[in-house]
């Protein structure tokens, strides 16, 4: 058997990077010259200077995504600065051409500044049609991408916290229906309230699911806690364990249908599972290694399993979901990425599972399934013309 890691380092030493530019017009004669560059060019100059909107008409600007990392939260290597970050960047923007079509450029910064951050992303922000932040620590990511939302006019999301998200509500939306329960009866335990464990709470809860216990590295997220946390956690103990109880989270689970984890290898035991209510979920997210395994939660009687692992059913993967989003955003030159353009792709990629397909191991599309960024891409621009945020 291969090693992956070492195959892996062989191929990108063989390429050097996994991007390069093309060019979409000719370039072999004086007068192709002369309409790509001086002294044509200036006409398309001059009608954007006239109205600044003309730049989607003229430009790939109508196409084009910023990926921004400060390498501080690269997926399983922590804080590991933004060379060594660069790789996963250009990793990320092959998926967005791959899966959407999208031209996405690689940006690492040199600063884990929040303001600086801001202040960098806001300079270039002419270039671009929207921002994906990647793998920037939380909670200073949720700073940045708020106050980006609210002083640019192009869609910014950051896709650790709401790419996950989305993909793990689609998949609790038909996970549901294989063990016939209702989103609104259901107990959820959550493992993890960083940048993606936030997102996923107040994502189902908007969904409709009531009762939510939140768990991080100091046990049970609880409002008589408040002000020991900082305003990401705080902002959960306003929609989590709405009777404040203070239990662990094997008590928690007594109570819980469903296990949504996005902590560290471990932490979920065959006994937690058995004492879980009856038919239980478990999207089990951390990587490499889930908080359980995949033959013993279903060992244990998981009746619907997920992992971030793409060697068992149902993966979690962001790659369902950030693709068509942008896809769907840019489709129409949306201003933001609202909340319920997010839901709309949940709910797209939902759909994709049939009556027909749906069972214990098929809950959510395979992350190489070729339909899944023209569907959500449709459900997203819908949802932004709906919601007066595009351009179109």
Not at 302 to 318: K, Y
Request: hydrophobic share 40%; with cysteine; charged share 25%.
């Amino acid at each position: 058997m291969s090693d992956i890691y070492q195959d892996a380092l062989r191929m990108h030493e063989k390429t050097k990077g996994k991007l390069e530019i093309q060019l979409k017009v000719p370039l072999n004669e004086s007068h192709d010259l002369s309409l790509a560059y001086t002294p044509g060019v200036a006409q398309p100059c001059r009608e954007i200077a006239k109205d600044k909107e003309a730049v989607y008409k003229y430009t790939w600007k109508h196409n084009s995504v910023a990926v921004v990392s400060d390498g501080t939260a690269v997926l399983g290597l922590g804080d590991i600065g933004p060379e060594a970050a660069l790789p996963v960047m250009e990793g990320k923007s092959i998926l967005f051409k791959k899966f959407g079509d999208i031209d996405a450029v690689p940006i690492c910064l040199d600063t884990k500044d929040p303001k600086e951050i801001i202040q960098i992303v806001k300079a270039m922000a002419p270039t671009f049609g929207g921002i994906n932040l990647e793998d920037i620590s939380a909670p200073r990511c949720v700073e940045i991408e708020r106050t980006l939302i609210n002083e640019l006019d192009i869609p910014v999301f950051h896709d650790d916290q709401h790419g996950t998200a989305i993909v793990v509500t689609a998949g609790l939306l038909n996970a549901l229906k294989v063990v016939h329960k209702d989103i609104q009866d259901i107990t959820v335990v959550v493992s993890g309230t960083g940048a993606a464990g936030s997102s996923i709470i107040k994502m189902i809860h908007s969904l409709g699911v009531k009762e939510i216990y939140g768990f991080n590295i100091h046990g049970i997220v609880t409002k008589e806690d408040y002000a020991q946390y900082d305003f990401l956690t705080q902002e959960l103990t306003e929609i989590t364990n709405s009777q404040a109880k203070r239990m662990t989270m094997a008590e928690a689970l007594k109570e819980a249908d469903v296990f949504i984890g996005v902590s560290a290898p471990g932490l979920l035991t065959q006994e937690m599972v058995k004492d879980m209510k009856k038919d239980p979920i478990v999207f089990a997210m951390a990587n490499p290694e889930p908080e359980i395994k995949y033959d013993d939660a279903i060992a244990a009687g998981v009746a619907v399993m997920g992992t971030g692992r793409s060697d068992f059913p149902n993966q979690i993967n962001n790659v369902l979901a950030f693709p068509g989003l942008f896809k769907g955003a840019l489709d129409v030159t949306a201003r933001k990425i609202t909340e319920g353009m997010k839901m709309a792709a949940a709910r797209g990629l939902a759909s994709l599972v049939s009556e027909e397909e749906l069972s214990p191991t098929y809950v959510i599309p395979r992350a190489l399934d070729p339909r899944v960024a023209k569907v959500v891409a449709k459900a997203v621009s819908q949802k932004a013309q709906e919601e007066g945020v595009s351009r179109i």
